[in-house]
Nanobody
């Protein structure tokens, strides 16, 4: 079983940047597609970004495309989410997760295809 711990959240003004980290223990992440999801206040969890096993393929929600960047360092067992030009609507709890379902080689955006979630990190953007 892999344990995930997110960090890097905080309070930032609109237009600012944050870098989230997701570090794993218990198992290596290199064999997994990884994803970031978020849950805004009063709303359902939504897909943000995903990255392939070797990091060469990424996939983003339209709402963050061009502003967010997902990457990974398999040697450090860590996945990152660089968030630039943050907007108030980006306010949410951000979670990383391991893709455990779906097509083997394809990044899924379905919450049900992901398991081993972290505890989340709060991101608050003031307008």
């Amino acid at each position: 079983q892999v344990q995930l711990v997110e960090s890097g959240g905080g309070f930032v003004q609109a237009g600012g940047s944050l870098r989230l980290s997701c570090t794993a223990s218990g198992r290596t992440l290199r064999t997994y597609i990884m994803g970031w999801f978020r849950q805004p206040p009063g709303n359902e969890c939504e897909f943000v970004a995903g990255v392939s096993r070797n990091g060469d393929t990424t996939y983003y929600a339209n709402s963050v495309k061009g502003r967010f960047s997902i990457s990974r360092d398999n040697a450090k067992n860590t996945v990152y989410l660089q968030m630039n030009n943050l907007k108030s609507e980006d306010t949410a709890i951000y979670y990383c997760a391991v893709q455990s379902g779906g097509d083997y080689g394809a990044i899924s955006r379905r919450e049900g295809d992901f398991g081993s979630w972290g505890q989340g990190t709060q991101v608050t953007v003031s307008s």
